[in-house]
């Protein structure tokens, strides 16, 4: 009995040593999303789909790559700016948010409120803020700890050749950015060595991204905002699995990463879509209930008569709202602050209003030159990624091998060519005036309105709106 008490323990020793030999395997889960500006209708539906995958990976980390506001004014102009994304992403347990460029269309100080309301951190490496400012809960990286292994995850933002992020330049004050290329390398070696696994959380644009992984390889993800790209399967760049969900939480993207003795042996990703998920957080849905039980947003405004489903059409709207209610020959209006690009045939309200222009700019007029409105199109190309969209007139135009517009031919709304000689009035929102670069004599004035105020103005006039075919600006 001895002997074979003996052997017993002796195979148990056998079976025990190649046990301890046996790879180790560990995985990590992250869920990330971006560009969710404000669209809290969507998220006791995220916050389902968060309580399942919790329910199985109970460790699951829940970033977002920025742009938290701007698009809902249930958010963007409630009392407290901001508060209500902020406590919706508190309740249903974000980790890590990166800063978006969007992050500052309140200004320093609202974006400092939402920082001091936040559960989370935010993460940015090339940005810093006067001491003034007294900016809390932000840090270059932060360091998570899952499963006995230890996650770095850096933060970034796009900066514009102006040297600040896309966002109005009133707004830049305190805030000092630098190249998130030229910063990466310091905390990149900082951060390697010590962590399993090492991320960027970033709002740069897909595009960049994939750049920026091809320049760190160092790095084994990057999940992105800005360029609203929708990334359905695994992206690898050499070995950095980069990933992007779209915007608006129409999907969260579920990145899994398996390492085996700390060793990263394997990365996926799933998209998964937040509007085909069938359950509802009934905690979360009776929070935006409540932010949405705004009577002044319900106000009806207008009647739109026809389904419009283009920017260029909304565009021509706003334009057409500041030249009547200025008395100019021409409006201007940049492409990216046409917020949403579909309306359907119905009553039109003051959330609409807000939705499609959010910015609260103020309207500039300037006497500009046939010549210098050319310069102005052609800058505005460059500087907001799309043609301007106008009233009073209408223009074709062609793209060189540069990406630079070129042939542009305008008419004016009496069906004569624009004279480049001739003075016009001409208006466009503070924000274009502020960035777009090309040379004009009269430095402008404001007309101490802003475009949404202007909108609502036209409306009152023009109560049944009909714009669903309306296009003036063409490429050929």
Known sequence: MKKIAKLTLAACAVLLFFASCQPKEQKIYIVSTNDMHANIDNFPKLAGLLDSLRSVHPDLLLFGAGDNRSGNPINDRSEEPGRPMCELMNAVGFDLSCFGNHEWDGGPIALRNVLGWAKFPFVCANVTFDDSLQMPNVYPYRIFERNGLKIGVIGGIQVGENGIPDFHPKNAEGSHFDSLVLVLPKYINE????????????????????????QFPQLDAIFGGHSHTRVAEKQLVGNVLVTQAECKVKFVSLSTFTLRNGKVVDKDMQLLSIKDFPKRNAEVQAMVDKFNSNEYFSTVVANNMTPVNSGESLGCLMTDAIRYTTGSDMGFQNPGGVRFDTLSVRPVTLKDIFTLDPFDNEIIAFTLSGQEIIGLMKSC??????PIYCSGCSYTYKVDDN????????????????DLNAKYNVVMNSYIASVCEYEHEDEGHTTFHTSNELMQEYLAQHPDIDYGTVTRVKEE
């Open 191 to 214: 951060l390697r060595d010590q962590c399993d696994l090492l991320f960027l959380l970033d709002h740069c644009g897909y595009e960049d991204d994939r750049e920026t992984a091809a």
């Open 381 to 386: 190309f460059v500087t907001d990624g799309g």
């Open 403 to 418: 990406g630079e517009m070129t042939d542009i031919q305008v008419t004016l709304e009496n069906g004569k060519p624009l």
